[in-house]
């Protein structure tokens, strides 16, 4: 019987990577994104080789969430893996500089819509013994940057979720695994950097980043690990990168 992912923010970057590693695996799928056009065209592209569904809702707005996940057909309501991959970096200034605007959009999206997703999901699993979920950090998570405070913050939080929930739930036979990319060319700086493509291009400039498609290579190789064994926490770095505003370039 094939197993069933949730996957959030699946239309682009990290997400829709994991997507298609999932579905050459026989994955099905429940894809969930913001963006409709994008869900429809990446579930029509994948439903050639899985079942799928898609939900369209912000992982920001806890009633969106719990409404979204309450209407999944039932054939896919047995959820074996959950991939909170949705998130977000607003601005990069000093935190005396800093905007309540950004600052609530990265609070409430990798930490709240986290949390939200999870609560939503997490019953299920306990209900039936088993289940797998994949929270997406980042190595701001793991070190703190100047003019990143926040968003380094909201990455810090997720560490400590995921940590409480390897407590609370491996008695329940859920596995929790956290991934925390370094830098992984994918729309992350256009975002970060309000549309500003100069400027998000000069991130990844003079060195070979990471790839969506290396993280999701990851997340596979964590979820289809022996029954015995839980990958825990991955750090991942690209060759060029020592820390996360450390970088070799050429």
Same mark, same amino acid.
């Given at each position: 019987?094939s197993?069933?992912a949730?996957?959030?923010g699946? *239309? =682009?970057? +990290?997400?829709? $990577?994991?997507?298609?590693a999932?579905?050459? &695996? ?13 869900? !429809?065209?990446?579930?029509? @592209? ?21 409404k979204?996940?309450a209407?999944i %057909? &039932?054939?896919?309501?047995a959820i ?14 000093p935190?005396?500089?800093? /905007?309540?605007?950004d600052?609530? $959009?990265?609070? /409430?999206?990798n ?6 997703? =999870?609560? $939503? ?9 088993? #289940?797998?979920?994949?929270?997406? =950090? &980042?190595?701001?998570?793991?070190? *703190? ?7 380094? @913050? ?5 560490? @400590?979720? =995921? ?13 929790i !695994?956290n991934?925390? %990319?370094?830098?992984?060319? !994918?729309?992350? &700086?256009?975002?970060?950097?309000? #549309? ?9 400039? #003079?060195?070979d %980043?990471?790839?969506a498609?290396? +993280?999701?290579?990851?997340?596979l190789?964590?979820?289809? @690990?022996?029954?015995?064994? *839980?990958?825990?926490?991955? *750090? ?8 996360? !505003? ?5």
């Open positions: 019987m197993r069933i949730l996957i959030t699946a *239309t =682009s970057g +990290i997400g829709k $990577a994991t997507a298609e999932f579905a050459k &695996s026989g994955i099905d799928l429940i894809l969930c994104g913001r963006r409709q056009e994008r869900l !429809t065209e990446l579930a029509d @592209a994948l439903g050639k080789q899985v079942k799928i569904t898609t939900l369209l809702f912000d992982v920001r707005n806890g009633d969106e969430v719990l979204a996940i209407s %057909p &039932s054939d896919f309501h074996d893996i959950l991939v909170n991959n949705a998130g977000n970096a607003h601005g990069m200034s935190i005396q500089d800093g /905007d309540f605007n600052w609530d $959009a990265m609070m /409430d999206g930490v709240k819509g986290l949390l939200y997703v =999870s609560k $939503a999901v997490i019953g299920g699993m306990i209900e039936r013994g088993k #289940g797998h979920i994949v929270n997406l =950090s &980042s190595v701001a998570g793991k070190q *703190t940057y100047a003019n990143g405070a926040v968003y380094c @913050a909201s990455k810090k939080a997720v560490e @400590a979720i =995921s940590e409480g929930m390897r407590l609370d739930l491996t008695q329940h036979g859920i596995k !695994t991934i925390a %990319p370094g830098a992984v060319e !994918t729309e992350f &700086s256009l975002v970060r950097f309000k #549309g500003d493509e100069n400027r998000a291009a000069k991130v990844y400039e #003079g060195f %980043p990471l790839r498609e290396d +993280i999701a290579d990851t997340i190789y964590a979820v289809n @690990a022996p029954a015995h064994v *839980t990958i825990a926490d991955v *750090t991942i770095y690209a060759a060029a990168q020592a820390a996360p !505003t450390t970088v070799y370039r050429k």
